[in-house]
Nanobody, 121 residues
Framework: QVELVESGGGLVQAGGSLRLSCAAS????????MGWYRQSPGKFRELLAT???????TYGDSVQGRFTISRDNAKNTLYLQMNGLKPEDTDVYYC???????????????WGQGTQVTVSS
């Protein structure tokens, strides 16, 4: 089975920085595209950034130029460097992974439990 564990959330002042990490485990799986999302209660989940296994990245308009997504394939770990944080960035941040079962090649969608990021003004 696959497990995604996020860490690095917390409280930061506006203009500050945080680095989120997502440790992925699952020896029978290959982690393909991974990404970061955020969601508040009652709102749609917002795509922030994605990264393919070979490092191709995409960003949502709201974080373009402020957030940087990266990954370490050897460690199966995903990162999100967040700079210039704003109060409106306050949310629960989720890690997502498209993981292919090595035995069949079928790809499945997995989510972490979320980590709270709070930006004070």
């Amino acid at each position: 089975q696959v497990e995604l564990v996020e860490s690095g959330g917390g409280l930061v002042q506006a203009g500050g920085s945080l680095r989120l990490s997502c440790a992925a485990s699952g020896s029978r799986f290959s982690f393909n595209t991974m990404g970061w999302y955020r969601q508040s209660p009652g709102k749609f989940r917002e795509l922030l950034a994605t990264i393919t296994r070979d490092g191709t990245t995409t960003y949502g308009d709201s974080v373009q130029g402020r957030f940087t997504i990266s990954r370490d394939n050897a460690k199966n770990t995903l990162y999100l460097q967040m700079n210039g944080l704003k109060p409106e960035d306050t949310d629960v941040y989720y890690c997502n992974a498209k993981a292919a079962f090595l035995a069949t090649g079928y790809e499945y969608d997995y989510w972490g439990q979320g980590t709270q990021v709070t930006v004070s003004s």
